[in-house]
């Protein structure tokens, strides 16, 4: 058998899809049922494939013999197992039975292909793969040595910026900066190139220490920070007692403290531009939400911004399995089983979090249950009004909102912050007298 391919065995035609868009080459060798694989086990070996992805038709008990079987026959091949019921995201049992790691689609979908580009090789069998980074971390009248490129979200293309040989000038950083886009993208490959970059230029800043990390290594780990939050809150395969209640609340007040909150009335602006996403995947918009929720509640003065930052990324914890196409649409064409679901995810949110005996405050376990409510009453689930919403729900409402008229998202137009929050005050959703608090933190040439 020959080497340099995926294996891909039990695959539902989502996942297909997906991995088929990737390549440009005869990549895929796909198996549909245990079976098939059981009939070949004795065939492999390290070598043959650059990593075997174990599908979500594959049940639990299946692919945990798999997984003892391939780790044993070829323990140097990577292995990952893809599921898509949050139900079965128990990542510690399949790891210890030989996985790598284990991916809830869609929830996961960017880490999944990340994860295969970087265990595939030859650059030839893939097409160009785009990382954002943040412009933040660009120095004008620097070279960068790699290519950077805008994307253009109503057709979905990526067009080059500045090229790798040339310094960047200065107008091209401010024109972003005029325009308030806080992302640019560079080529998957180059990413080594832009963190050697990146690093250069922080040792250069603080008098050649080197302790500092870039905005974009900043959101990167904040992002692994939620992630390993959520897996750990939505495995049921592991029951918790008030101890292990008390490490998850510590890990989200840490989360909250070193992430999001410290040091942010300092630069509030740059920060709001800086949480502003490229990229919709659950835990870049868990935690782009928790830190634009408490930059605003910051920026009023509200007094309960850790509530606020909790609450922001936990409140859609139970939407983590939701397929991307519904999300994506709008709501009046969802199916009417999907829109009940999407109406009681609140309180299935908190729901989650009790069950691993994580106590919340009882404002934040409000803002998280009343964080779709609109101040107009035409809000969910309880269709509640004006000032009987909570300050930090609204606040929560308004951080949603405003993600996604400013984030870059595939056929979706991007707003300027300014016009984001008309936008907000048009649609009554939020407190007006709130909107217009938030717009006066917003610079006018914004």
């Known amino acids: 058998m020959a080497g340099g391919r995926i294996l891909l065995i039990g695959a539902d035609l989502e996942v297909q899809s997906l991995l088929k868009s990737l390549p440009e080459g005869p990549l895929l060798q796909q198996m549909e049922t245990f079976e098939e694989l059981e009939d070949s086990f004795e065939k492999f070996n390290d070598g043959q494939f650059y990593l075997i992805i174990m599908g979500s038709k594959i049940a639990d008990d299946q692919a945990l013999e798999a997984g003892q079987f391939l780790q044993f026959q070829c323990p140097a091949t990577p292995l990952y197992f893809i599921v898509k019921s949050k139900e079965r995201l128990a990542i510690k049992k399949f790891v210890k039975n030989g996985y790598k790691n284990v991916f809830l689609i869609p929830m996961d979908k960017d880490l999944l292909i990340r994860a295969i580009q970087e265990n595939v090789s030859d650059e030839k069998l ?10 933040m971390d660009i120095q004008s009248e620097t070279q960068l040595g790699f290519d950077t490129y805008i ?34 993208h560079v080529d998957q490959k ?25 905005a974009t290594e900043r959101e990167e780990v904040l992002q692994g920070s939620v992630r390993k939050l959520f897996v750990n809150l939505l495995d049921t395969s592991e029951n918790a007692g008030y101890d292990e209640g008390k490490v998850f609340l510590n890990v989200c007040q840490n989360i909250v403290s070193k992430y999001i909150t410290n040091g942010r009335s300092n630069s509030w602006y740059k920060d709001l531009v800086r949480a502003i996403g490229t990229g919709t995947n659950g835990y870049n918009r868990a935690s782009s939400i928790s830190t634009i929720a408490s930059l605003f509640a910051i920026g009023i003065g509200l007094q309960t911004v850790g509530d606020v930052a909790i609450a922001g990324f936990l409140c859609d914890i139970s939407l983590a399995d939701v397929p991307e196409d519904i999300l994506e649409k709008d709501i009046n064409e969802w199916p009417e089983d999907f829109k009940k679901i999407y109406e009681t995810h609140p309180q299935t949110s908190v729901n989650i979090i009790k069950e691993k005996k994580m106590v919340l405050s009882p404002v934040c376990e409000k803002a998280i249950l009343q964080h779709h409510e609109e101040f107009s009453g035409k809000g969910f689930p309880r269709k509640m009004s004006g000032h009987k919403i909570s300050q930090e729900a609204q606040i929560i409402m308004l951080a949603e909102r405003f993600f996604d008229l400013t984030s870059t998202r595939p056929g979706h137009k991007t707003y300027p912050p300014l016009e984001a929050l008309d936008i907000i005050f048009k649609s009554a959703a939020v407190d007006f007298e709130l909107v217009s608090k938030a717009k006066k933190l917003i610079p006018k040439a914004a």
């Open 151 to 184: 994307y253009l979200p109503l057709n979905g293309k990526y067009i080059k910026y500045t090229r790798a040989d040339a310094k960047i000038p200065t107008e091209k950083v401010e024109k972003l900066s005029k325009h308030s886009v806080s992302n640019i």
């Open 190 to 214: 180059d990413m080594d190139k832009f963190y050697e970059y990146t690093a250069s230029i922080l040792i250069a800043a603080n008098g050649g220490k080197g302790n500092e990390m870039s």
């Open 126 to 135: 893939y097409k160009r793969s785009y990382r954002p980074i943040k412009v």
